[in-house]
């Protein structure tokens, strides 16, 4: 029997309909089309316009595609994990919201959050469980509102966020495919470049917060992305360099979607050409937990049993990692 991995057997994705586009910001604040598309690659992103609608549901329609895919019953699901930046609420955890609409009736569940490594944490945290034995069908969820806590009145936030979300199925594999290694890091120092300073037990919501617009995200542009070009390409060649591999060796790099430049910056440190990079930040923007899963969504006909995949990813906290994945389908 060979070693047990954890496999994503399926994938689901849902983003909403309505797109945001770069000449619609060009009308909010002191921006302009070419700027945003030089300095991101950001085209349009979509935005959930139905206030009654928040992460959970567009973790649950993304969910709904696996169930449909696989006829999976959704009793079987033994474990729910939802990373995510935007909660519906602090507490109960986005995933109890999702495991409910869904019928997970006998999973148990809960939310992560690490900002936008969070989806990679969760799925690294949900492989081990499979690897253990003792679970055996786990939906990771990565589903963020990110409208809800952005401020539309500030350039430098609100020309990268959009809404999305994307769902993953791990399974036991046996034939060597699934998760092969990973490499998970943090570093709480960062914590001031990128945050949300009102709404958590040290600065709960009052009117002060509200009137002071402390309840969405602010960001230190050029200090996070000098780390996230060196931490994400620093982590993502160790991975290959650990076990054995080059760029050659790697089929397709699936890194969390926050700006061109710095995907394109990861993939060259990994010698890996543009034709083998999934983008989709043109679209979506930063989707924040959305975005390796809505990667994985749209490129799953391209990919084959036995490719090599690296999962990468940086976000606020500072958190970031890589995670080497055998594709098992
Ligand atoms: O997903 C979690 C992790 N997040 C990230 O990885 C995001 C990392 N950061 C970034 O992607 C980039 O820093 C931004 C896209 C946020 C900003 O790009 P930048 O190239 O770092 O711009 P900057 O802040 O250095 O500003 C360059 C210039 C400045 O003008 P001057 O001083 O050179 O005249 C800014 O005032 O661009 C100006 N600028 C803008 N112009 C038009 C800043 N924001 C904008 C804007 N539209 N939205």
Known sequence: MGKLRAAITAVGGYVPEYRLTNKELEGLVDTNDEWIRSRTGIEERRILKDPTKASAF??????????????????????????????????????????????????FGYDVMAACSGF?????????????????????????????????????????????????????????????????????????????????????????TVDARQHVVYQEGKTVFKQAVSSMADVSSKI??????????????????????????????MGLPAEKVMMNIQKYGNTTNGTIPLLLWEYQDQLKKGDNLILAAFGGGFTWGAAYVKWAY
Not at 240 to 248: A, Q
Request: glycine content about 8%; charged content about 25%.
């Open 58 to 107: 567009m973790g649950i329609e993304a969910a709904k595609i696996i169930l449909d895919k696989k006829g999976l019953d959704p009793l079987d699901i033994d474990m729910v994990i939802c990373a995510t930046a935007t909660p519906d609420m602090l507490f109960p955890a986005t995933a109890c919201l999702i495991s409910d609409a869904i019928g997970a009736k006998n999973a």
């Open 120 to 208: 990679l944490y969760a799925t690294v945290t949900a492989s081990k469980f499979i690897e253990s034995g003792s679970h055996k069908k786990i939906l990771v969820v990565g589903s963020d509102k990110m409208s809800s806590i952005v401020d539309y009145s500030d350039r430098a936030t609100c020309i990268i966020f959009g809404d999305g979300a994307g769902a993953v199925l791990l399974e036991p594999n046996e034939e060597g495919n699934g998760v092969q290694d990973s490499i998970l890091k943090s570093d709480g120092s960062g914590a001031e470049f990128l945050f949300q300073r009102a709404g958590g037990s040290l600065n709960p919501a009052s009117h002060a």
């Open 240 to 269: 290959l360099e650990r076990n054995d591999m080059s760029g050659e060796d790697v089929q397709w790099l699936a890194a969390h979607q926050a700006n061109k430049r710095i995907i394109d910056a990861t993939a060259d440190r």
